[in-house]
C-alpha cells in the first residue's frame, strides 16, 4: 500500500491515465501541475494538501484545479479532508479560510464529553496539536508518570518526535497524565485508526468543528507565546514551508500586534542608544 506521497501521487496517475483512459497531458497539466509541489519522499498529510491549496490565490482558475487535483488525492489516501470549500468562485469575493475556535469552546466541549477516553483524547488534540491517529502513537509510561513532553513514537506517520502543551496548563486542567484511551482497535493503520475518532465526533458526537481545527489552533497560539516557526513546524511534524503556508492564511493584524507586545515586554530587549 502506498505511503509517501510520491506514491500516492503515482497511483493516481495510473488510475487516472490508465484505468480511465485521460490523456497524459491532461494528467499533467490537471493534477501533476498541481501535485508535484509535494515532498515526494515524505508521507502524505492533510497539512501537506492543504499547504498545496493555500499556495494558490482564491477564486482563481489555479485554485479551483488544486482543489480538484488535492480532492482526488485526498479520496484516493482515504484522508478525511475535502478541500471544496476553498475552491472559490471567480469574479467574487476571496473564500475566507475556515475559521479557527476559540479556547473557550474547546475547553467547554471538553467538559461536556461524558466519555472518559475520547475525553482525554479530546484533550491531547487540544492541548498538543496533534493529529487524530497521533495519540494513539505514544510514550504512555512518560506520559503517565508525568512528564509534559510528548513523545510520539516512531511508528507514527511521520516518525519520531517531541511536542509541547500550549497551554501548558491543560495538561492538569484536562488530566491528561490519567491516560484512558478510546476502545477501538489499534492494530490497524493509522488512516483507519484516525477515521474511528473522525466518526465518532462527526457522527456520533456532532462535533461542530473538525478535530483538525484544534491543530490548526494550537500553530497559531504557540505563534502568539512565541515560539519560532522552526520549532513548531518541527513539534507538527512538517516542514518550514509547509507551515508557514499553512499557517499564514490565519495570522491577521492582532496575532502580529500580540507576538510585538510580547517580544517589546522583554527586560532584554534591544535598547536605541541614548539622544
Not at 191 to 203: A, D, I, L, W
Request: charged share 25%; net charge positive.
Amino acid at each position: 500500500m502506498a505511503e509517501t506521497c510520491g506514491e500516492w501521487v503515482e497511483a493516481l496517475r495510473y488510475r487516472i491515465v490508465h484505468l480511465k483512459g485521460t490523456k497524459e497531458e491532461s494528467w499533467r497539466g490537471d493534477y501533476w501541475k498541481v501535485l508535484k509541489g509535494l515532498p515526494m519522499s515524505e508521507s502524505l498529510t492533510i497539512d501537506m494538501l492543504e499547504s498545496v491549496i493555500a499556495a494558490t490565490q482564491p477564486n482563481t482558475k489555479t485554485r479551483k484545479r488544486a482543489c480538484m487535483a488535492v480532492g482526488a488525492l485526498a479520496k484516493l489516501a482515504r484522508l478525511e479532508y475535502d478541500p471544496s470549500p476553498y475552491a472559490g468562485k471567480y469574479g467574487s469575493k476571496a473564500v475566507h479560510p475556515r475559521e479557527l475556535v476559540g479556547d473557550e469552546i474547546i475547553v467547554q466541549w471538553w467538559k461536556e464529553l461524558k466519555n472518559p477516553g475520547w475525553r482525554w483524547f479530546f484533550g491531547m488534540i487540544a492541548a498538543y496539536g496533534l493529529r487524530p491517529h497521533e495519540a494513539f502513537r505514544l510514550n504512555f509510561d512518560a506520559l503517565k508518570d508525568g512528564d509534559r513532553v510528548l513523545q510520539i513514537e516512531e511508528n507514527s506517520k511521520t516518525g519520531s518526535r517531541l511536542v509541547w502543551s500550549f497551554h501548558p496548563e491543560w495538561f492538569e486542567q484536562f488530566k491528561l497524565s490519567q491516560v484512558q484511551i478510546p476502545n477501538i482497535d489499534l492494530t490497524r493503520s493509522n488512516e483507519k485508526v484516525g477515521h474511528s475518532s473522525t466518526e465518532y465526533f462527526g457522527r456520533t458526537i456532532r462535533l461542530p468543528f473538525r478535530l483538525y481545527t484544534m491543530r490548526h489552533c494550537w500553530a497559531v497560539r504557540a505563534l502568539l507565546y512565541g515560539l519560532p516557526d522552526t520549532l513548531a513546524a518541527q513539534q507538527m511534524g512538517h516542514s518550514v514551508d509547509v507551515h508557514q503556508r499553512l499557517y499564514q492564511r490565519w495570522v491577521n493584524r492582532s496575532h502580529h500586534q500580540a507576538v510585538y507586545d510580547l517580544l517589546m515586554s522583554r527586560s532584554d530587549r534591544p535598547q536605541p542608544p541614548p539622544l
